[in-house]
């Protein structure tokens, strides 16, 4: 079992915690007690916050709540009656449809930045990752860099190399985050912003930059909010990967969530519902992984270009305009895409322009005609910026296994502030770490693997996400890694599909990169604490 560093509380803060945190110990644990909008803050300011959740409800929330209230309760203990409450309906009659109406806000931490993958897979959850953009992660939790350590793998032979390659990483990181940030303040002059503001986005900046030297077991704190349907299918995911890692903290989250929603869950343990739900999804990615390294296991991988737009419906902006009358119309839809492929230009573009209107900004989407039209790519980008795509739900993703073998990407920003041959002899241990863990350890190898190292991952999505998407990671506070994905998505649409009515309803896409990405949205946030401390 891994071992997590436990937080240290005081009698009085345990007092308070212990009324709201199903547990006051663990690196997994449910909110409960609270009013939904304080558990929403919770989570925003989560991300942002290099604290533990609990640490973080003591230092800026509590002293705004009435707690008085609250004093006998304990959530350590669980809520047995809510087992009472749910049996006969949800388990008895085995209606689905209960588990949706149950939801629990759970903080997962300490978890690998390969657990943080698995956790957020499902469409139907909300998920906050704490953020390498704003967090410095040499910060040390219990005097020890923050990255999972692995029990099998640090009680074999390369356990002490697994830990001292590690630490190097992680040294490397620190090193290169003081030297980039003052090489960005000493090119960017400060203007009219505030000191805190200049410094908190040069300091962004220069993260953004070096990120890539984190290995993938670099661990992250994430807020999950689900339903007990949801927690289910994830749980029964989680069991069945074959990463450890995965496996054990899929128990640690039902021990959790079984104070909460227990009912909801009761079918997890049941071997001959969730077990063998469980060997299905086992047996199905173990037979296809077999199947397909006999097939294709020696072909060479042909270089590719690192967005690549591979399948889309050519005729899908008559089809989208065919959806866009199909509500104000009596026709059929087979009517509508006869009658619309005979219209004129400028006929199609007043329908078009119509639907989508004056959109003041990227919030303002067209509605579900859009999604008449679908787009797929094949990606091939620095893991970095894999972990911020793969975040978006309403898509179909699908990604290869993190390794060495696609190569690196070193920022230019990196060569420019001195740092590109440690970069490089960065990138050169964490490759050696994983070609030895790799003989041995096949489903831990991963970890070794720095952030910059490209991943291969395929994303699927209709027009009207794209919409949401391309705009939200094409923003000018974006990562320079995934704006460049996000772009030359927009450009494929545009010119490989010729799609151009829909690119052009993308129109707050930001093409030019802002020479400090953080600098406006931290002006904004500066704006809005003096207004609020002002009434």
Known sequence: MAVYVPE?????????????????????????????????????????????????????????????????????????????????????????????????????????????????????????????????????????????????????????????????????????????????????????????????????????????????????????????????????????????????????????????????????DLPERGGRWIEYLENTRTSTAGVVEELFGEAPADPVAEVALTDFDPLAEDKTIAAICYPHSHLSEDQLVERVSRLGVDEKVSLMRAYVGERENRRHKPGRAFERCFYRFDVLSDYGAFRDMQRHRMLTIEWQRLTPNHGYVRPELVDAAGFGDRFDDAMGRSAALFDALDAHYPDQAPYAVAMAYRLRYNMQFNAREAIHMLELRSSPQGHPSYRRVALEMHRLIAEQAGHHAIAAAMSHMTTEAPELERLESERRAEAKRSTGNSQ
């Open 8 to 268: 240290q509380f005081t009698e009085d803060e345990s007092d308070i915690l212990r009324r709201y945190f199903t547990n006051l110990d663990g690196p997994v644990f449910a909110l409960v007690n609270l009013p939904e909008v304080v558990k929403g803050a919770l989570f925003a300011r989560y991300s942002r916050s290099p604290k533990s959740l609990r640490r973080l409800f003591l230092d800026e929330f509590v002293g705004d709540l009435d707690i008085s209230g609250d004093v006998t309760i304990d959530a350590t203990v669980g809520l047995e009656r809510a087992e009472q409450l749910y049996e006969r309906v949800f388990f008895d009659y085995g209606d689905d449809s209960v588990a949706q109406l149950g939801g629990v806000h759970l903080a997962c931490e300490q978890a690998s930045n390969l657990l943080t993958k698995i956790l957020e897979w499902g469409r139907l959850m909300s998920y906050l990752e704490q953020s390498t953009r704003y967090i410095a992660y040499d910060t040390r939790l219990g005097g020890r860099y923050r990255y999972f350590r692995d029990p099998d793998v640090l009680a074999g032979s390369l356990g002490t190399r697994y830990v001292g390659d590690l630490d190097r990483l992680f040294d490397a990181y620190s090193d290169a985050a003081e030297l980039v940030t003052e090489h960005v303040r000493s090119e960017v002059t400060q203007g009219e912003e505030s000191d805190f503001v200049y410094r908190t986005a040069t300091r962004a900046k220069a993260l953004d930059a070096v990120r890539g030297i984190l290995p993938a077991a670099a661990t992250s704190n994430v807020g999950i909010y689900g339903t007990g349907q949801g927690f289910e299918a994830l749980l029964l995911r989680m069991r069945a990967n074959p990463l450890p890692e995965s496996r054990e903290y899929a128990d640690l989250m039902l021990h959790e969530l079984r104070k909460v929603i227990p009912s909801f869950l009761r079918r997890v």
